[in-house]
């Protein structure tokens, strides 16, 4: 009866469109006649039931359509008592390729349904094409027709590619993952192949970090006016016979060119009283910076103070569920106290790098997919002071200059487009002047507004505020600061110029 009473409230949490989109991802799981009389969720449940699909002791179907409907409040909400509902390794009940043209629906306007029904005017009768199916509904005609499958994705993909470029990737990539790596080489019309990679997390290029940085940044080009980079996925480096590779890399850009830059978080935590440590005196200071600044840049800022552990994470799931497809990248500015295993909400407790960054995996947000995902941690990665020579130094002067510590070598995700830019090297403290702000977030700002007019990418800017930092001291001339940056990015990070003045001096 409990199970029973459970179900009950979750079908009357659902929409009539959230119904239809369970009706879609179970079609493989039941036949089309039974669903076609579906008009609520309890008969969907019933029928999942009746097929031994559904149980109090196996809700894990359940759990995984409310997954890939990102409805985890009700997960939360009325699963607490199921075991399956913290299992990140439940069984798989719904097909990858199901679970794809459900994602592809999500990104799909009223607008270019209508242009996919237009595309579709020759292939499918005219009078189903007239009809108000929603785009699910649509898929399933075209399946009935044999015009797309689990490895017919063709006229799907040249229909999206039409009206939505960024979802044709998303269709390449599982062609790539789920059909033995079979990859159209577009400029020949032939297959290639390509290793089979069961999970995207593997395809990423290794963490980079300093030392690998600058041999790259090196070979960028950090003049004004520099000449454009092609942004044709097809394009190979190519080497002339009198000329070394090196000398004619060229490394191409992330496009800049969207209806908006997309959304800069800024988490800024100050108050720490709830987690028993120091406030963090000046941190508001780099928050006005970083919200002028970004704005300045084209992005929507938002501001969350004060968060605690869960609540870190949880503004970080709030903008993995947004639709970033008209946006360009993201960015995530945190500024916290830290300790060797995380950074810190004001409670105390830790989220890791690791947690923080997977929120923006393509998994979680697939409007993301390929785009950069920024990260700038203002934080310390342990309690050593950098050029330290006299420890009692410490002791004096500490009305204005202080720390924040720590965060872990745990650092960057096993996936492609990210950057994090920590504010110091592993093992050392970060610096914050109480009046002033601190030394990385500070000069991150101001080179920015420096040298994005220049044209200057990201990385190089990063290696100017790695410069500038590791020349500021205190007073006693023995306290130092070395900045990181770690990336898995695979092009150059150039926001367009701003029309508008800087916003600071």
Not at 365 to 380: E, T
Not at 389 to 416: G, H, N, W
Request: glycine residues 4%; contains cysteine.
């Amino acid at each position: 009866m409990e199970f029973q009473q459970m179900l009950f409230r979750v079908q009357e949490a659902l929409s009539p469109d959230e119904l239809q989109d369970m009706v879609f991802l179970c079609s493989e799981l039941l036949t089309l006649k039974d669903l076609s009389t579906v008009t609520s969720g309890r008969e969907l449940f019933l029928l999942l039931e009746k097929r031994d699909l559904l149980s109090s002791e196996d809700p894990s179907l359940l759990l995984e359509l409310l997954r890939i409907m990102k409805r985890n409040n009700l997960i939360r909400l009325h699963f607490d008592a199921f075991p399956q509902a913290n299992d990140t390794a439940y069984p798989q009940h719904i097909s990858t390729y199901r679970q794809l043209l459900y994602e592809v629906s999500e990104s799909i306007c009223d607008q270019d349904l209508k242009d996919i029904k237009f595309l579709l005017i020759k292939t499918l009768p005219r009078k189903k094409l007239e009809k108000d199916l929603t785009l699910l509904q649509l898929f399933l005609e075209m399946e009935k027709e044999d015009l797309l499958g689990e490895d017919n994705l063709d006229t799907l993909q040249e229909i999206i590619a039409s009206i939505h470029p960024g979802l044709e990737k998303r269709i390449v990539q599982y062609k790539t993952e789920c059909l033995g790596g079979l990859v159209i080489a577009q400029e020949v019309g032939m297959h290639s192949s390509a290793s089979y990679t069961p999970d995207p997390l593997s395809l990423l290029t290794p963490v980079s970090s300093v030392g690998t940085m600058e041999d790259q940044v090196d070979r960028l080009s950090l003049t004004e006016g520099a000449s454009e980079i092609s942004e044709d996925n097809s394009h190979h480096l190519e080497s002339t016979s009198n000329s070394s590779s090196t000398d004619n890399l060229e490394i191409q850009q992330y496009e800049m060119k969207g209806d908006r830059r997309g959304a800069c978080l800024i988490i800024n935590n100050n108050d720490f009283t709830a987690g028993g440590m120091p406030n963090r005196e000046g941190t508001d200071i780099d928050k006005e910076s970083l919200e002028a600044v970004f704005q300045w840049l084209g992005f929507e800022v938002l501001i969350e103070q004060n968060c605690d552990r869960e609540r870190m994470l949880q503004v970080l799931r709030d903008l993995a569920a947004r639709d970033h497809t008209a946006a360009d990248c993201v960015v995530c500015c945190v500024l916290t106290h830290g300790r060797v295993d995380g950074v810190m909400g004001v409670d105390g407790k830790t989220v890791t790098l690791r947690e923080l960054m997977e929120t923006l995996s393509p998994y979680q947000c697939s409007s993301l997919y390929q785009k950069p995902k920024l990260f700038f941690i203002q934080a310390c990665r342990g309690t050593n002071h950098q050029g330290a020579v006299f420890p009692q130094a410490f002791l004096r002067e500490q009305d204005t200059l202080v720390s924040d510590a720590a965060v872990p070598r745990d650092s960057i995700p096993e996936a492609a487009d990210y950057l994090l830019a920590m504010s110091t090297v592993p093992d050392f403290v970060s610096y914050r002047e109480k009046d002033k702000g601190t030394w990385f977030m500070q000069s991150l700002c101001y080179n920015l507004q420096l040298l994005v007019p220049r044209g200057i990418d990201l990385l190089s800017i990063l290696t100017q505020v790695n410069g500038d930092v590791s020349k500021k001291t205190d007073k006693s001339g023995v306290r130092k600061q070395m900045p990181q940056p770690e990336f898995t990015l695979t092009k150059r990070v150039v926001f367009p110029p701003p029309k508008t003045r800087p916003p600071l001096q």
